[in-house]
Structures are given as structure tokens and as C-alpha cells.
């Protein structure tokens, strides 16, 4: 599939929810449970955990959607997912991720942080052989991809900790600090990147919600993001076909809405949930340079948006937008609602896009 090419895709903006209301679709809680007693092994939960991937990527296909993701199925959290998988990484008390009534439990950095395997890019093969494997809707043959995720470094910086070199497990954080581990995150994601786009991933999302919380961190996140580009860029040089998305959500982008434009990635991802009025007025005004990923349907809100709202708004908004790309998706992940809720917000994406084009 061309990622490049003009057109709408409806696409996936991260997590879908890991358990279900059903007994096949609680394989994954209770085979947590059962290792946590003792009862399974990990070997289980993987099995486990490569079932419900499975059935996400099946119910994204369902949907109509044509950019899909494994729905993070294996993340307890988007905060230590990642640095779990480093070494000099401890992962400490639990903390709430924003508003959703979800928790994370919080990296301290003990020294400079190491790879020591894959990240994603093992999640992401998985997902592509498991689309493969699936039956393709008629009308999506050759137009469906899976989207590899990651949380940002400026993120994962800014929710971590670095421990004190005296020892007695504190800690300490300033802007020194935070700016130190944001670039040690760029660097191993930076590899993690280029291992993406070997093995076929052509468009990588990147989510950096906290930059919207903590506006003056604004040149923490750009000085961050330059390994990312610098390993995008090589592996374009290389002849591979890959673009970088950078999504917000959770707050309304429009006082940062130039600077991410201005910003060296190729996809922004904006919350039209929240903030949407002022958004819009940006883009109808100074237009959009690279194409944007609109998030339209709340994730964290089981209440449904109104189809043809949103529909007008954005038949005002594409003629704005260079290129004439666009990805309609959720505003963030949908991990934080049922499944029944997740699959009814996915299906409105199509009702939307089917509005647009009459």
C-alpha cells in the first residue's frame, strides 16, 4: 500500500481494548491472573496475548479501516512499555496517565539507558503476518497496512525520573534532566526506527500528548525529535518509503498549531475532540501544509459525535490541506472503552467518510 498517494484512509490511532465481556474475549485477563497465582506460565501469555492482537486486527478489518494497528494489545501502559524493554530502567510507583483512569507506572532512569532487543519492531512483524493471514475485504485488496506505534521521547522523558548517583533510591528532575532523558529515549528509538522500516513499515506514529500540558518544553521536544528525522532520512537515502506522524490529543493544539507544522515530520495528528472549533478556524485560515490526521471520535468517551457535524466541518477543511492526504481516526487509542463502544466509534469513521464523498 501507498501511503503517499491523495486520498482519505481511515485509520487507527493506537490501542483497542485488550478484554472483552465475553468468556473468549477475557482469555487475556484471566491468563494474567492465572501467572500471577502461579497457574500459567508466560509462555501462556503470549499465546494469550497473540490471540486477542489477532482478534483486533480482525475487528479493525471489519470496520472499514485501511491503516490498522495490533491495538497494543501486549502494552499494560503507554508510559512503560518501552523503557520495560531497557536496561538501566526501573519501573516505580504507579501514576495516573492524564485524565483517562488509567495508571502507569513511572521509569526511574539508574544510569544511561540501553537496548538490549527489539521494542516494537518484533510486535509490529507479528501484526503484519497476522493481516496477511486474514481475508481481505474485496474493495480493500492491496489497500491495507499496519502502522507501527511508539510514545515519544519527549513523553517518555517527561514521566520518567532520573535517579540520584548518591544512591538510597532518590531521585531528581529539572530541565537539565529532563532534557538529558528525552535525547537518551531519542537515541534507542531512533534505532528502533530504522528497524521499522526494514522490516516494510512506511508509516510510523509517534505520540507526544504531554507536549500539549507543558507548552514552555516546547524546544525539549524539537531537540528530541532530530534522531528520530536523522534516521527517517537515512532510510529514505536507502530507497525505503517511510513517513513519521507525530499525534497529540487529550488538549486542544490550535496555541501550538504553527510550530507543529513546522516541524520536520510528514503527518500531524490533532484531538478534534477537544478543541476542535479553534482547529478548525487554524486550518481554514492558514491551511495545512503536510497532510493531518484528524482525530474525530473521542477515545475515552463512550458518547458518539454527531456524523454529519463532523462531516461538514471537514468538507470545509480538506480543500485546506496540501496534498490532498488526510487520515480520519480516533482522537488517541480506544483501549480506554469497551470493546462493543470501540467497534461502534471505528464504524462511524466509515458512516463519516461515506458522508464525505455523498
Request: charge should be negative.
Amino acid at each position: 500500500m501507498t501511503l503517499r498517494s491523495p486520498g482519505l484512509y481511515l485509520a487507527s490511532a493506537g490501542g483497542y481494548p485488550r478484554f472483552g465481556e465475553t468468556h473468549e474475549l477475557l482469555i487475556l485477563r484471566r491468563t494474567m491472573d492465572a501467572l500471577a497465582s502461579g497457574d500459567r506460565t508466560s509462555a501462556d501469555l503470549l499465546d494469550a496475548q497473540n490471540a486477542m492482537t489477532r482478534r483486533a486486527i480482525a475487528d479493525q478489518v471489519e470496520a472499514g479501516l485501511d491503516i490498522i494497528t495490533d491495538g497494543q494489545i501486549r502494552w499494560a501502559d503507554p508510559i512503560s512499555h518501552i523503557p520495560a524493554k531497557l536496561d538501566n530502567v526501573r519501573l516505580d510507583e504507579l501514576l495516573p496517565f492524564f485524565e483517562t483512569r488509567t495508571y502507569f507506572r513511572q521509569p526511574v532512569l539508574t544510569a544511561k539507558i540501553l537496548r538490549r532487543g527489539q521494542l516494537v519492531a518484533d510486535e509490529y512483524s507479528f501484526a503484519r503476518n497476522a493481516l496477511g493471514g486474514l481475508p481481505t475485504p474485496p474493495a480493500k485488496a492491496g489497500k491495507l497496512a499496519i502502522k507501527p506505534v511508539l510514545t515519544g521521547p519527549y513523553t517518555l522523558a517527561k514521566y520518567s525520573l532520573t535517579e540520584n548517583g548518591n544512591g538510597a533510591g532518590h531521585t531528581r528532575d529539572s530541565s537539565e534532566h529532563l532534557a538529558a532523558r528525552a535525547q537518551d529515549f531519542a537515541e534507542v528509538l531512533a534505532v528502533e526506527i530504522e528497524m521499522l522500516a526494514r522490516g516494510g513499515a512506511q508509516l510510523i506514529q509517534i505520540d507526544e500528548p504531554a507536549v500539549l500540558y507543558h507548552t514552555a518544553d516546547w524546544p525539549v521536544l524539537e531537540a528530541a525529535l532530530k534522531p528520530l528525522i536523522a534516521s527517517r532520512d537515512r532510510m529514505r537515502q536507502s530507497g525505503r518509503v517511510v513517513e513519521l506522524a507525530l499525534h497529540t490529543y487529550f488538549r486542544d493544539a490550535s496555541p501550538l498549531y504553527e510550530k507543529l507544522m513546522e516541524l520536520p515530520v510528514d503527518v500531524i495528528g490533532l484531538d478534534f475532540t477537544v478543541g476542535g472549533d479553534a482547529l478548525a478556524e487554524k486550518i481554514a485560515g492558514d491551511g495545512a501544509d503536510k497532510p493531518i490526521a484528524f482525530g474525530l471520535v473521542s477515545g475515552t468517551a463512550a458518547e458518539m459525535e454527531n456524523a454529519d457535524g463532523v462531516a461538514r466541518m471537514l468538507d470545509k477543511l480538506l480543500p485546506r490541506i496540501a496534498g490532498g492526504r488526510a487520515y480520519l481516526g480516533a482522537a488517541c487509542g480506544l483501549e480506554y472503552l469497551s470493546r462493543a463502544h470501540a467497534g461502534d466509534k471505528l464504524r462511524l469513521l466509515g458512516k463519516i467518510k461515506s458522508l464525505l464523498q455523498g
